[in-house]
């Protein structure tokens, strides 16, 4: 299930399009996609992922395992709400910026979807 919604221009004077998926493991997704206006770059957050109950350095050393592996989609934590947040950072098209910020959300949810992406996840919970 796929909705999205345009959010406007946020304080950065970067347009922002909030874009939300759920499937059976995910209640929802959401992925705010930040298009700057001051740069070529298109940079896409999906904060409060997940809330984790496991220790903080089962969590930081399982975040740090999957930042290795998937090199471009980044995981970071808020230790001050245990939350987990998804992140992808790009160059922008100047010709195609739909096709690039797409294919950035792609490229996310299908680290999301990765078996052992999902098993290091819902260790954390």
Request: glycine fraction near 4%.
């Given at each position: 299930d796929?909705?999205?919604?345009?959010?406007?221009?946020?304080?950065?004077?970067?347009?922002?399009?909030?874009?939300?998926?759920?499937?059976?493991?995910?209640?929802?997704?959401?992925?705010?996609?930040?298009?700057?206006?001051?740069?070529?770059?298109?940079?896409?957050?999906?904060?409060?992922?997940?809330?984790?109950s496991?220790?903080?350095?089962?969590?930081?050393?399982?975040?740090?395992?999957?930042?290795?592996?998937?090199?471009?989609?980044?995981?970071?934590?808020?230790?001050?709400?245990?939350?987990v947040?998804?992140?992808?950072?790009?160059?922008?098209?100047?010709?195609?910026?739909?096709?690039?910020?797409?294919?950035?959300?792609?490229?996310?949810?299908?680290?999301?979807?990765?078996?052992?992406?999902?098993?290091?996840?819902?260790?954390?919970?």
């Amino acid at each position: 299930d796929l909705k999205y919604s345009y959010k406007g221009i946020d304080d950065d004077t970067d347009e922002n399009i909030r874009v939300s998926f759920s499937d059976d493991d995910y209640d929802s997704i959401v992925l705010n996609v930040f298009f700057s206006k001051d740069s070529d770059a298109v940079y896409i957050r999906g904060w409060n992922l997940l809330t984790a109950s496991a220790g903080t350095n089962y969590v930081l050393s399982t975040l740090n395992q999957l930042n290795h592996q998937y090199k471009y989609v980044k995981f970071t934590f808020d230790e001050s709400d245990n939350t987990v947040y998804v992140q992808m950072d790009g160059y922008l098209s100047p010709d195609h910026p739909g096709d690039v910020a797409y294919r950035m959300m792609n490229a996310i949810l299908g680290v999301l979807d990765a078996d052992d992406c999902r098993q290091a996840l819902k260790s954390l919970i």
